[in-house]
């Protein structure tokens, strides 16, 4: 596989499930062969593990606080050429730059390039109307899933 969609969030901290849900939708599409679908939820340390297998790009799909209004999607680009610092690992909040501060420990250990042939990481985030303690999505996010289900083939059509 070439390209990993990682869908990634607690479904226990209601809007905090975003990623997981669309993963959910994805599996009723039809995507390149070269693209592997995971639902990840809070297994951060799986994810930093799993790209070591040799992926060249990486979809995040989360939920994104960035200040709009919920159900709002953003995509981001990762700036691989930053060095974040490892952190302890925590796997029930570990953010892409935990992951990827993880995977250059993992990959140096195992005589491997920092990186582990990564050449992109975006995200794919949906403005949260609330993570509290809650099963299910708020309406303004729930809506959001059909919508970025949908843009992800747009999206690895520019990674491809």
């Known amino acids: 596989m070439n390209i990993l ?10 809007d905090d499930g975003f990623g997981v849900e669309v993963v959910r939708a994805l599996r ?3 995507l390149p062969p070269d693209v592997e679908v995971v639902d990840i939820g809070i297994r951060g340390m799986h ?19 960035r200040g709009g209004r919920p159900g709002e999607l953003y995509l981001l680009e990762h700036d ?20 990827l501060a993880l995977l250059r420990s993992l990959a140096t250990a195992s005589g491997l390039e920092p990186t582990a042939g990564l050449a992109t990481v975006l995200v794919l985030g949906c403005e949260p109307s609330t993570v509290d303690d809650g099963i299910g999505l708020s309406e303004p996010v ?19």
Do not use: C, F, W
């Open 142 to 160: 729930a809506a959001s899933v059909p919508r970025a289900a949908e843009y992800v083939p747009q999206i690895l059509a520019r990674i491809g």
């Open 28 to 30: 009723h599409q039809e």
């Open 47 to 65: 994810l930093a593990h799993q790209l070591l297998d040799g992926y060249r790009a990486l979809l995040i799909i989360d939920a994104t606080e």
């Open 80 to 99: 691989l050429s930053a060095q974040p610092e490892p952190d302890v690992p925590d796997a029930h909040g570990m953010t892409p730059d935990a992951v």
């Open 5 to 14: 969609v990682a869908g990634v969030g607690n479904v226990l901290k209601s």
